[in-house]
């Protein structure tokens, strides 16, 4: 029961997916663990989604665009608020203090709207690329798209329990509770992923672990150096910025090395 809790937690934090409400906030601890369930859902969309357009015929551009709304649909957004928070702060180039003070500040600025648009723009760039060569190859490419979604929420939850940090607010609640079996658990997310996709194509899945590992050492420095430690915001800075690091690789792989069809 404490575990089908912590899942229903989990998507009403981190997904706009209707879900029973929960009565105390205690039942909100250990909920960063199932972050990556919503990364599957949306995984799960993207792979029906492009199969349906592909049937209707949907050209490239369009689809690649209703292919980058589907997280935002899914989730509601709330990690792009956190990235446009820490986009803001970084920017200022101002000393830790104030930078913290930016992080908790409502307004939005310039620098978080630039942000925003540029990891927009590539996505819309990797999501064509890949749509295109699911077209020609016919072949579920998408799903190696759909896997990025689960490793960044993984990757979210381990740097969140890890880095130390004032985890305020509803953070500190996620990560209160975990353990090393927690740890665990997300491990195997993205270990899971990462070995489906290497069966399939050694190269994609070589993309994605220097993408991820390179995202996270520079997040850790940037995270310690900046905010003295994680918090939801920058939480929210790290999804946003490992899905678009490595689906940009990864288009670029598959245009490199397209897909093999036997």
């Known amino acids: 029961m ?3 809790k912590k899942m229903i937690a989990a ?5 706009r997916i209707p879900m029973p409400r929960l009565s105390s906030e205690a039942d909100y601890e250990g909920a960063i663990t199932f972050l990556p369930l919503v990364g599957a ?5 993207l792979y029906g989604l492009s199969y349906l357009l592909h049937l209707l015929g949907c050209p490239t551009f369009a689809a690649s665009v209703l292919i980058t709304v589907v997280p935002l649909v899914v989730t509601g957004g709330f990690h792009v608020d956190g990235f446009m928070d820490t986009t803001d702060a970084l920017r200022s180039y101002a000393d830790r203090e104030k930078k913290i003070e930016i992080l908790k500040d409502a307004h939005v600025g310039s620098f978080a709207v630039t942000g925003l ?3 927009i723009l590539f996505m819309l760039f990797s999501a064509g690329q890949i749509m295109y060569i699911q077209s020609v190859k016919d ?3 998408i799903l190696y798209m759909g896997g990025i979604f689960v490793i960044s929420r993984a990757m979210a939850g381990l740097t969140s329990i890890s880095l130390t940090g004032s985890k305020e607010g509803m953070l500190a609640s996620e990560v209160a509770g975990t353990k090393y079996t927690d740890v665990i658990v997300l491990a195997v997310y993205i270990i899971a992923v990462l070995a489906a996709s290497a069966y399939y194509n050694i190269i994609y899945a070589a993309v ?3 993408s991820f590992f390179i995202v996270t050492v520079l997040y850790n420095r940037m995270v310690m150096k900046n905010f003295g430690g994680v918090s939801g915001d920058t939480c929210g800075y790290f999804i946003v910025i490992s899905e678009t690091v490595a689906c940009t690789v990864l288009a670029l792989a598959m245009l490199v ?3 093999v069809v036997s």
Not at 41 to 45: D, N
């Open 2 to 4: 404490k575990i089908i």
């Open 11 to 15: 998507f009403s934090l981190y997904s």
């Open 41 to 45: 859902v949306i995984a799960a969309v």
């Open 117 to 119: 648009i540029t990891a």
């Open 139 to 141: 072949t579920p490419v």
């Open 208 to 210: 994605l672990i220097v």
């Open 257 to 259: 090395f397209p897909p």
